[in-house]
């Protein structure tokens, strides 16, 4: 079954189409929300709200150029959005009361714990230094370098001529190496 049918299903509102987008596209989705928190408990909330909004929005389930994850994508990034502004907003709230927080460490687990922090470390990283790319560059980034699609797909999602999207794109590459490497040079 091609994208294109999963979305006229979802349309529809076939349940069992759901289960089928769940089952092709939740890892993706799961990765994307992952580099755009930085956590992987963070992740895994958004991947779960992201499904339930995808639900809640399936009247407009659209394929792009035959794939459903640009569509995907931009419901999942508005998830993300709002649980990264619900978190500022919940930060600033307990600033403002003075609440500390405590800090509670887990005594020694296992390896994928230590690996798991680490990658943590590094995509926060990443996506501090992506969050310093202009919003048009870093949109193209993300698209095609983090979330596969090809150029045109991007295109489609962001409005914008082909050609934009390759400038853009080599444009914002360069800019996050560079941002990288001073990363490197601070640590």
């Known amino acids: 079954m091609t994208d294109d049918d999963l979305a006229a299903r979802l349309r529809s509102g076939d349940v069992d189409a759901m289960g089928e987008v769940y089952d092709r596209f939740a890892d993706r989705v799961y990765n994307f929300c992952f580099r755009r928190t930085a956590s992987w408990s963070a992740a895994e909330d958004a991947m779960a709200a992201a499904f339930l909004e995808v639900w809640r ?20 990034g508005n998830v993300c959005r709002n649980q990264l502004r619900s978190q500022r907003r919940h930060a600033a709230l307990r600033a403002k009361l003075h609440v500390v927080e405590e800090d509670v460490r887990v005594a020694d687990h296992a ?47 962001l409005d914008v001529p082909v050609g934009t999207v390759r400038s853009r794109l080599s444009r914002s590459r360069g800019r996050l190496a560079e941002l990288m490497d001073r990363t490197e040079e601070e640590r």
């Open 57 to 76: 929005v399936r009247a407009r389930a659209t394929a792009y150029d035959g794939t459903l994850l640009p569509w995907l994508y931009t419901v999942a």
């Open 111 to 157: 390896d994928d714990v230590a690996g798991r922090v680490d990658d943590e470390r590094r995509m926060a990283e990443l996506v501090a230094a992506v969050s310093r790319l202009g919003e048009r560059d870093r949109e193209v980034l993300v698209l095609v370098a983090w979330d596969g699609l090809t150029y045109e797909q991007a295109a489609q999602v």
